[in-house]
């Protein structure tokens, strides 16, 4: 099964695709889709829309997961990364309903085995999971890829992670 893990974000889109072969995991491809600030929100959007197809189209992903957004402070950076992760969302629904979504502390416990895990540490067991000689960088990629490690791990409890 291939994995497209996304970690939301209107400047920085993190994206890693992982393929799953029962309890193996293999890494395939990590990265961003960046946006420019000096853009209009409807290009950035168009942007990672169009940047989301492609990944598709070129990864095929079986299952698309999604980190859940979470904002306790900065309410208009929360509704930027809000209208990213929705655009996101339409790019992979055109192709799939397979599409799941994870809570930070979700991830962290699925790949750490602690839900308040710190970012080292779930960059260092991403990096030990898919036996990579460096942390994925930047973070957001590194982020990605414990979204689809997570998406591997859920395993038959997976239908409840479904974005309905």
């Known amino acids: 099964m291939t994995i497209l893990g996304i970690d939301p974000g209107l400047a920085t889109l993190g994206w890693g695709v992982v393929e799953q072969a029962g309890s193996r995991l293999r890494l395939v491809q990590y990265g961003v889709l960046s946006t ?10 168009r942007s990672i829309y169009i940047g989301m197809q ?20 900065n ?22 309903d397979n599409l799941y979504e994870y809570t930070p502390m979700q991830i962290k416990q699925a790949v750490v ?3 308040k895990a710190e970012k080292q540490q779930v960059q260092q067991m991403v990096r030990m999971l898919l036996g990579m000689k460096e942390i994925a960088r930047p973070d957001d990629a590194a982020d990605a890829l414990a979204v689809a490690i997570t998406h591997a791990h859920t395993g038959a409890a997976r239908a409840q992670f479904k974005i309905k």
């Open 36 to 45: 420019r600030p000096g853009v209009s929100m409807p290009h950035r959007l």
């Open 54 to 73: 492609q990944l598709i189209e070129t990864y095929r992903p079986d299952d698309i997961a999604f980190e859940e957004l979470f904002f306790s402070k």
């Open 75 to 96: 309410v208009t950076t929360g509704m930027a990364v809000s209208a990213a992760r929705g655009v996101a969302l339409v790019a992979a629904a055109e192709k799939t």
């Open 113 to 115: 085995g602690y839900g």
